[in-house]
């Protein structure tokens, strides 16, 4: 009776016709002891990720990414090019702090074999970054070069820099206020309010900074009922202080006259009720904006051909999409895509993200290089239209290296206008061990089956058709 093992895609194995080998040790396992591995099985007993999930061109090209944010970042704080690109190759241990994060915060994702977008990235990296600069303002290049150290903050008096701008007296004296003491020697109510609620006073002096109003705001006027308001939502109070670094303005916007009818005109469209603790936390400044500046991105929406369910759809799992300008973001990019041969509606409800790429400097240079790969422009709209995020990917760090390996496969290049869906699994973790697996089987699978088929189902389909190989030969 013949042997057909479950083939897991950590581990290449040579197989044989009744049975396979593994490097240490021969194994041969009968049919009815045949398993699908449990859904976490690359997680560690503490659930942290496995070793085996992070390969060294995964962190190096996880690190490539992490470095072009951080000077990214850095360069809108007022660097230049040339002393932003300087102060991230010398911050070698923030670097390494930034990819651990990708991996806390995206550990589902690692463990499934899917790499993350470039936008998936940023979203992840650069909250944290604006943190690091609320809490230290014009010492952050200081604390990103010696990071983890803190450096001292009592610097010599120097002439003002792009990222080290004299504080006007306005900022000065609602940054004092801030550490202001009443009369009992404690902090002002609404300052003693907010650290009760969790935020440290250096945040609530960096939130001060950057919107000095909110020095000002009055504990039960303004302050107490926007956090009522928040933890009403279901938002743990936990999740309030970052809320509040982010957008601290949601405390000076009137609850009854535009927050409310924001939401209610958004729960219209199909926002959902139960979503909104999500939507808020990821988003808070889409309670912010004015009620016009929502109903221009809405219409756009419409005259894309969206309905009202998906035009709510998209807002609540994208809903910084209301912060794109619609001229000058939302319709530029409808037109490139559009000029492409895409399904805009389709492209929009399928991944709302790729409207904040920029067109130059990320948008064409892959529609260069799929055109340069052979690629008709028909061919390269049927691939985004059938996955939306592929222009989401790093050129350099993702469709390059995967379109290489592409090469050394045995499909034809019209498999990837089939399934672009191909470059949005990891190179390492999922695409190499599979196509091993079935090279050392002697089988032949789409690639759509190679790569979509869950552990359990992969592992079926090769013995199917290795069992088809055995009876055709037992037939003969």
């Known amino acids: 009776m013949s042997a057909f093992p479950a083939i897991r895609s950590q581990e290449l194995m040579s197989f044989s016709r009744g049975g396979f080998l593994v490097t240490k040790t021969q194994l041969s396992f009968p049919d009815k002891l045949f398993f699908c591995r449990a859904q976490f099985a690359d997680s560690d007993v503490d659930g942290s990720i496995s070793v085996r999930v992070l390969p060294p061109s995964l962190l190096a090209a996880e690190k490539e990414e992490a470095k072009a944010v951080l000077t990214l970042f850095l360069k809108k704080r007022g660097l230049s090019n040339a002393v932003a690109a300087r102060t991230t190759n010398k911050s070698e241990v923030i670097i390494k702090h930034l990819v651990s994060r990708l991996h806390s915060v995206h550990k589902s994702r690692y463990l499934v074999g899917r790499e993350l977008t ?9 909250p944290y970054l604006e943190s690091l600069l609320e809490e230290n303002g014009n010492i ?22 792009p990222l080290d701008p004299t504080l006007d007296s306005k900022k000065l004296k609602a940054v004092s206020r801030v550490s202001e003491m009443g009369p009992a ?30 020095a000002y705001y009055s504990l039960e006027g303004k302050i107490k009922p926007a956090v009522e308001f ?30 409310k009818p924001t939401m209610t005109f958004l729960e219209e469209l199909g926002v959902d009720k139960k979503q909104w603790a999500k939507v808020i936390y990821r988003f808070p400044a889409l309670l912010t904006y004015s009620r016009q500046k929502v109903e221009a991105t809405v219409d756009f929406l419409y005259e894309m051909g969206l309905s009202a369910a998906n035009i709510g759809k998209i807002l609540t799992r994208c809903p910084n999409i209301i912060s794109y300008s619609v001229e000058d973001k939302l319709r530029p990019t409808a037109e490139y895509f559009g000029s492409l041969g895409v399904d805009i509606a389709v492209l929009l409800h399928r991944c709302p993200q790729t409207f904040g790429l920029s067109i130059e400097a990320h948008l064409k240079p892959v529609t260069e290089f799929f055109l340069e790969k052979g690629y008709s422009t028909v061919e390269i709209g049927t691939m985004i239209s059938r996955f939306g995020a592929l222009y989401t990917f790093s050129l350099s760090a993702n469709l390059i290296p995967k379109w290489e390996f592409f090469l050394t496969m045995d499909y034809p290049k019209p498999e990837l206008v089939k399934f672009p869906q191909y470059f949005g699994y990891s190179l390492e973790e999922r695409i190499k061990p599979r196509y ?32 088809k190989i055995h009876s055709d030969e037992s037939s003969k």
């Open 436 to 467: 091993a697996a079935v090279k050392e089987s002697g089988v032949k699978l789409l690639l759509n089956q190679v790569l979509s088929l869950s552990r359990c189902d992969f592992d079926k389909a090769l013995k199917k058709k290795l069992e």
């Open 230 to 259: 928040l933890l009403d939502l279901g938002i743990p109070k936990s999740d309030i202080p970052t809320i509040l670094t982010k957008r601290p303005q949601l405390c000076g916007i009137s609850l009854n006259e535009n927050i």
């Open 118 to 126: 470039t936008l998936e990235i940023r979203d992840a990296l650069i």
């Open 185 to 214: 020697g404690k902090p002002l109510p609404h300052i003693l309010y907010l650290l009760e609620l969790g935020l440290e006073l250096e945040k609530i002096k960096g939130i001060t900074r950057r919107f000095p109003a909110f």
């Open 140 to 161: 952050l290049v200081d604390v990103v070069k010696n990071f983890p150290k803190q450096p001292v903050k009592e610097k010599p008096v120097a002439p003002a820099s």
